[in-house]
Structure formats: structure tokens, C-alpha cells
């Protein structure tokens, strides 16, 4: 490859030069001969270049000496590569103003399009930066304008603040204007403290524009008062007298609920839950505590005026309604004050209902009082205790002959009914030991009624009783406290009958009593009335005088038969 010095060079020689090529420290060289023709066309070329680079120079330094167009700096500098004038000074000069124009242009574009937020001062130092470069930049008189802008919008937000100050629900119309001035596309992009100054702004006059309507309103919330108040310090505006109502209100509130709060810990009286009520509605705030309080309050004076119709009802209030006044009390979490009288009912009435089964109902049997005061006919079913009392056997028992009173006769032995397996104690049904100890089969009285076959174990034939017969004082008395518990207790009457049964029957065998040792008694009466006491649920007072007169006979009876037939004398 000749450069274009070295065929210049040649040329002038007149079509002979001398060329060398540089390889490290050797030099090699040779002579060239051109032709004619081609030297006349290389001529040309050399020629054309020489008045291209002459030109070149002479728009470059046009260019340098004021401040040309970015565009077309960047022309020259891309002649410049065409030519290949790597190592010209001017070239290395205009790729500097090129690179420079073209990295600010950049950044102008990016504030120009918003995406890139900057001050007002970084704007205007950015034009300033434009000073410094010696050209003439395409998106200058765009910034400069928007720069422009940007100062006008400030000063006319600035004009719309110190009218929008007052800061009273009215402005409406300065809140507006504020808007509209955020809204402009001035201030797109930067970031002005005018800017920011109007949206602090509008969020004071939204603040008083709520604050009028928390104060308008009848019951607001405490929540919506303590952020209120929170957002007034924040906007700084505390010393305004509507954040300081909205202040003493939510204050006040506060202080209510921490009392509030102490009360729903604990099990309060209801007058004092009405009283912290009223309290809370008289400050107009909304808040969770007096909703549950006056949910407890209204609980408990539904369950009082139930509970006071029930206490004032003259004794027609049940057990149930009773028992169920005294557990829903229990889950009120308030204490009323007819809460304790209905408890001491229901209690009154469990101790009653204690004492009264314990006369009533026999051991083992799974009667409750009222049925076993009540149910006749067939026996009731219940599991079979063991001789001393605990444990289980298998099969049932039936309890209605069992006396339930004498815990040495109901313990000797038990016998069961092979025809309905039932279980009885032998004494109770007529059946002594030696008596069971022989027999192979045995068929309690309900049986044999059924199939219509005698009762062989008598006579007496065995009475079944429901109750353990208790005596009719012990009876009176049970009746006597129960009419003191101002109840409807389902058991008394049936207990009433019962005593009426054995009143009555004390009064026949108080008669018989005044005969006693008198000839006109028949022994059949005797013995009549005395079945007839035996067949009481409740035993009369009577019973065991009677008892002893017929023993007193029938032991007379079988020692004057003796005489009479010989097997027995009175004299020894």
C-alpha cells in the first residue's frame, strides 16, 4: 500500500520515486515506475482529496470559532471518520463538543418528558451547563421555555397559597384553584416546592373540610376522632379550634373507655353499667365499648323484668323457668339485682328436692321423685345392688315391694322371677330364706296376675309400693317448707294426695284405737284397717300401735287355739 504522500512524492520526481516500507529496523526500498496514464488518474484523485480536506479544515474552523449547530458538529466529525483524520487536533475537538452536546441533550430530553424529576435549580443549572458548550442545541429553547414555566407556575402558586391560608371550610374555591395549578403541565416532572407546598396545602383544607363533617356529625367514631386529630398534628394545624373540639372530644372518649374497659373485665352491677351508658351516649362518640356495654345492659333488663314477673307471680313460676332465670344469670357476665333471690329460690328448691327424694324414692331405684309419687302399675325397672349396697348384679329389680326402710330384713337375700326376671328381696315379696333355699321355681306376683294363678306366698299378699313410706309428719313437714318456696313444684300435690291418703286413713284408725280391748271390735276390722294403712304410700302415725294390737291378737288367737286343741296348756 503507497500512502497518498508517497505517490505525491513520486509523482513530482517525474514518474520515478523511491518508496520504503517501515519493518522494524530494516528498511526495505524500491523503485517504481508508473505508467502515464495511471499517474494522470492518480493525479485527479490526490487532487479531489486535497480539496476535500481543505474544505473540511476550513468548515471545522468556521465551526470552532463560534458555536455551530449540534447537528452539524456532528456532520464534520463524521466526515471527519470518512476520511480517516484520526489524528487531527480539530477532530478530536469536535468529538468533544459532540459528545458533550449530545450527553446534554440526552438529559434535556428526559426533564423535557418527565421521566427523569429534577429541582427547578438542577434546570437551570442544566441550561447553564448549555453556556459552557459552544453550541447550538436543539431542545435548549424547549427547556428554557419549560424553565420559564416553571418560574411563572411558582409565583402563581405561590400567589394561590397565601390566599388559599385561611384554611376554613368555605374555600372551596381557592381549593379548586390549588387542583388546577397541580394539575398544569408546568410543574410535570419537577420537583418545585410550590408544588409540594400546594399539596400540603389541599390536604389542610381537606383536613378542615372533614373536620367540619366529624363535627356535624352525631355519633362519630372514636377511631375516625384519634386519626383526626393525629393527622391536624401532622398538618400542623392543632391550634385550630376545630382540631381542638375534635381533640377534648376524642379525650374525653378515651378516658371513658378506659373505665369501660375495667368494667367489662370484671362482673359489674347493672346499675352501674347503665350508669357508665348514659355516661358514653352523653359524649356522642361511637365506639366498641359502649355498643357491647349497652348490649350487656339491654341482656340483663330483659332477663330482670323476666325475672321480676317470675318473683312476683305469687308462686306460679316454675322450676324450669326458675332453674333456666338462674343459669342464664350465670352467663350475663352482669349482676342484677333479682340474680340473687332467684338463685336462693333454685337452691331452696334442690335442698327441698334432696330431702324430699331421700324420703321418697327408695335406694337403688331409678325412680325420680315425681314418678315415684305418681306411677302405678307395672314396676319400674332399675339395676340390682348387692347386699351391702354397691356394686351390680345381673338381671333388673323391680323396686315397687320393697319397703326400702329396713336395711336388715332388704338385705338378707334376693329372689328372682324366672317368668319376667325381675329381682325382689325375699322378704318384701313373702318368701322367707329356708322357704327359697327349697323351692325350684319361683313367680313374682306380676306374673301371676297375668296369667291369672294365685300368689302362693301369702297371705298377706305383698301391697307394692312406689315410695319408702315415709311417716306423715316427716310428709307434712316436706309440704309445710315447700309451700314457703314461692314455686309451682310439680311434686307437691301428688305428695299432698299421698298424706291426704294417709290423713284420712289416721283419722279411721284413730276410731279403732279408742275400741282397743273392747269385745265389739271384730278382728276382721282390725285386720281390714290395717291392710288398708298398709297399702298407704305415706304410713300414718297410727300404723304401728295398730300393728301391735293385731300382733297382740294374733299372738292371743294362736296360743287360745292351742288350748283349745290340746297342744298347749297354761298351767305347768
Request: include cysteine.
Amino acid at each position: 500500500t503507497v500512502s497518498a504522500a508517497h505517490a505525491a512524492a513520486a509523482v513530482g520526481a517525474g514518474g520515478r520515486g523511491s518508496l520504503s516500507c517501515g519493518c522494524g529496523a530494516s528498511v526495505l526500498r524500491a523503485t517504481v515506475r508508473w505508467p502515464p496514464s495511471l499517474l494522470g488518474r492518480f493525479e485527479a484523485l490526490l487532487s479531489r482529496r486535497l480539496a476535500a480536506r481543505k474544505r473540511w479544515i476550513a468548515a471545522v474552523e468556521t465551526a470552532l470559532s463560534g458555536s455551530p449547530p449540534l447537528g452539524e458538529v456532528t456532520a464534520l466529525l463524521g466526515r471527519a471518520e470518512t476520511m480517516q483524520l484520526h489524528d487531527d487536533a480539530r477532530a478530536a475537538e469536535l468529538s468533544r463538543r459532540a459528545a458533550g452536546g449530545e450527553a446534554w441533550e440526552a438529559r434535556a430530553a428526559a426533564m423535557l418528558a418527565g421521566k427523569a424529576a429534577c429541582s427547578l435549580g438542577a434546570l437551570q443549572a442544566h441550561l447553564r451547563a448549555a453556556g459552557s458548550l459552544p453550541l447550538r442545541l436543539p431542545q435548549e429553547a424547549a427547556l428554557r421555555a419549560k424553565e420559564a414555566g416553571a418560574r411563572a407556575w411558582a409565583r402563581e402558586a405561590e400567589g394561590a397559597l397565601q390566599g388559599a391560608a385561611r384554611w376554613q371550610p368555605s374555600d372551596a374555591a381557592s381549593e379548586e384553584k390549588l387542583r388546577s395549578l397541580l394539575r398544569r403541565p408546568e410543574p410535570a416532572g419537577l420537583t418545585l416546592p410550590a408544588a409540594e407546598s400546594l399539596s400540603r396545602e389541599l390536604e389542610r383544607l381537606g383536613w378542615v373540610r372533614e373536620a367540619a363533617a366529624l363535627s356535624e356529625e352525631p355519633k362519630p367514631r372514636l377511631d375516625a376522632l384519634k386519626e383526626a386529630t393525629s393527622r391536624a398534628d401532622l398538618l400542623g394545624l392543632s391550634h385550630l379550634p376545630a382540631a381542638a373540639s375534635l381533640e377534648r372530644r376524642a379525650a374525653a372518649a378515651s378516658k371513658w373507655c378506659g373505665r369501660a374497659n375495667n368494667a367489662l373485665r370484671r362482673r359489674s352491677y347493672l346499675n352501674q353499667l347503665q350508669a357508665l351508658s348514659a355516661e358514653g351516649a352523653a359524649l356522642g362518640v361511637a365506639t366498641e365499648q359502649l355498643e357491647e356495654i349497652d348490649e350487656r345492659v339491654a341482656s340483663a333488663a330483659r332477663w330482670s323484668e323476666r325475672a321480676r314477673a317470675a318473683l312476683a307471680s305469687g308462686g306460679s313460676a316454675s322450676v324450669e323457668e326458675a332453674v333456666a332465670l338462674a343459669t342464664e344469670a350465670a352467663a350475663l357476665d352482669v349482676t342484677v339485682a333479682e340474680e340473687g333471690k332467684v338463685k336462693e329460690l333454685v337452691q331452696s328448691h334442690e335442698l327441698w328436692a334432696k330431702r324430699a327424694t331421700g324420703a321418697f324414692v327408695k335406694r337403688g331405684c331409678g325412680a325420680s321423685l315425681l314418678e315415684a309419687l305418681t306411677h302405678r302399675g307395672e314396676p319400674l325397672e332399675t339395676t340390682a345392688e348387692s347386699e351391702d349396697g354397691g356394686g351390680e348384679q345381673s338381671g333388673t329389680t323391680a323396686c315397687c315391694f320393697c319397703t326400702g326402710n329396713d336395711a336388715a330384713t332388704t338385705s338378707k337375700f334376693m329372689i328372682g322371677c324366672d317368668a319376667c326376671d325381675r329381682w325382689y328381696h325375699g322378704p318384701c315379696v313373702g318368701v322367707d330364706k329356708k322357704a327359697a333355699d327349697q323351692m325350684t321355681e319361683y313367680v313374682c306376683l306380676f306374673c301371676c296376675r297375668k296369667s291369672g294363678t294365685p300368689y302362693k306366698y301369702g297371705p298377706p299378699e305383698p301391697v307394692p309400693k312406689m315410695t319408702r313410706r315415709p311417716r306423715l309428719r316427716q310428709v307434712a313437714a316436706l309440704i309445710d317448707e315447700a309451700d314457703k318456696i314461692p314455686l309451682s313444684i310439680p311434686e307437691v300435690e301428688p305428695m299432698r294426695r299421698l298424706m291426704s291418703e294417709a290423713a284420712a286413713w289416721q283419722a279411721e284408725a284413730s276410731g279403732v284405737l279408742e275400741q282397743e280391748g273392747s269385745a265389739a271390735l271384730p278382728a276382721s276390722k282390725l285386720l281390714s284397717v290395717i291392710a288398708a294403712g298398709e297399702a298407704c304410700e305415706v304410713e300414718p302415725e297410727a300404723l304401728p300401735a295398730l300393728r301391735k294390737v293385731a300382733a297382740q291378737f294374733l299372738a292371743w288367737q294362736s296360743r287360745a287355739r292351742a288350748v283349745l286343741s290340746g297342744e298347749w296348756s297354761p298351767i305347768h
